[in-house]
Nanobody
Framework: QVQLVESGGGLVQPGGSLRLSCVAS????????MGWYRQAPGQQRELVAS???????NYADSVKGRFTISRDSRENTVYLQMNSLKVEDTAVYYC????????WGQGTQVTVSS
């Protein structure tokens, strides 16, 4: 059984920064892909960023240049550094991992507001 546990969400002013972390635990060797999705009220869940085992990354156009995804494969941990946050970044952020199937974290709230 695999569990994903996120941390690092919170309230921040526009222009501020937050760093999300997600640790994958359980009996497995390595996650093929780890990443972050987000869902704002009334909106569909969307990909924010992902990173593969080899280090290839993928970003949503809306966060390119502001967010950076990284991972520590030995610790099965993925990070999302979010800079220059905007009000429209407000959402619940979900950690995602592809191992033998898709796994999801419980979500962490990010609120950008003055």
């Amino acid at each position: 059984q695999v569990q994903l546990v996120e941390s690092g969400g919170g309230l921040v002013q526009p222009g501020g920064s937050l760093r999300l972390s997600c640790v994958a635990s359980g009996t497995f060797f390595s996650a093929n892909v780890m990443g972050w999705y987000r869902q704002a009220p009334g909106q569909q869940r969307e990909l924010v960023a992902s990173i593969a085992t080899g280090g290839n990354t993928n970003y949503a156009d809306s966060v390119k240049g502001r967010f950076t995804i990284s991972r520590d494969s030995r610790e099965n941990t993925v990070y999302l550094q979010m800079n220059s946050l905007k009000v429209e970044d407000t959402a619940v952020y979900y950690c995602h991992a592809v191992i033998d199937q898709d796994y999801w974290g419980q979500g962490t709230q990010v609120t950008v507001s003055s």
